[in-house]
């Protein structure tokens, strides 16, 4: 199967810092996702993005489909950014990251 | 709210219990999908469910029984579970898979104990 890596595992961050978390993957896929695990448990959907740039606000992602791998950047980040991010890719079937934890202190 | 309800949200058995877990959506969709979430692992694809029809099966042990009796529900039945199951298990659903994918949402989880 897909295989899907993630850098950094780990991410401490300064409130109002700016970070960039990648996601690379191993074979052609039909689409990927960017989703934030809060620390509830909960999977938000951030961006659905298999190619391109897309913003929403302080968040943006530009997957290079060509190369494979995805970018997502969080800018000005504030403490409720803390949580999980993972990648997932669609072949056959969603594959995940490992995810990045990122902690942002006040 | 990601129109994707999950119950319980928390859930501590025994390893001779039986017990299920419920997955509800709102979306419309026509495929499901359970994971499994371990501490320090990636999530796992354990079950999909298209058009209520099994599509896969990623080898998960027979003590997890899945039940899709609609496109809105389905279910985890759990039975003599190992404390190595304890897990946070996640539900989803998207539309049909097809060749340009499809955005998936995820419900809450439950966070499965196994004493």
């Known amino acids: 199967g897909i295989q899907v890596e993630q850098s950094p595992p780990d991410l401490i961050l300064q409130e109002g810092a700016n970070s960039t978390l990648r996601c690379n993957f191993s074979d052609s896929v039909n689409n990927l996702q960017w989703f934030h695990q809060n620390p509830w448990g909960q999977l938000i959907n951030l961006f659905y993005?298999?190619?391109g740039t897309k913003q929403n606000g302080r968040l943006s992602a530009t997957t290079v489909a060509t190369e494979r791998y995805s970018l997502l950047y969080i800018s000005s980040s504030q403490t409720t950014d803390s949580g999980v991010y993972f990648c997932?890719?669609?072949?056959?079937?969603?594959?995940f990251g490992a995810g990045t934890r990122l902690t942002v202190k006040p | 709210e990601t129109g994707v309800t999950q119950t319980p949200r928390h859930l501590v058995m025994g390893m001779t219990n039986k017990k299920s877990l419920k997955c509800e959506q709102h979306?419309?969709?026509?495929?499901m999908y359970w994971y499994k979430q371990s501490a320090k692992k990636p999530l796992e694809l354990m079950f999909v469910?298209?058009?209520?029809?099994?599509?896969e099966n990623n080898s998960v042990p027979s003590r997890f029984s899945p039940e899709c009796p609609n496109s809105s529900h389905l279910f985890l039945h759990l039975h003599t579970l190992q404390p190595e199951d304890s897990a946070l298990y996640l539900c989803?659903?998207?539309?049909?898979?097809?060749?340009?994918?499809?955005?998936?949402?995820f419900g809450q989880g439950t966070r499965l104990t196994v004493v």
């Open positions: 989803a659903s998207s539309q049909i898979m097809t060749r340009q994918g499809a955005k998936a949402f």
């Open positions: 469910y298209s058009l209520e029809e099994r599509v």
């Open positions: 997932a890719v669609e072949g056959n079937d969603m594959r």
């Open positions: 979306l419309g969709h026509n495929a």
């Open positions: 993005i298999p190619s």
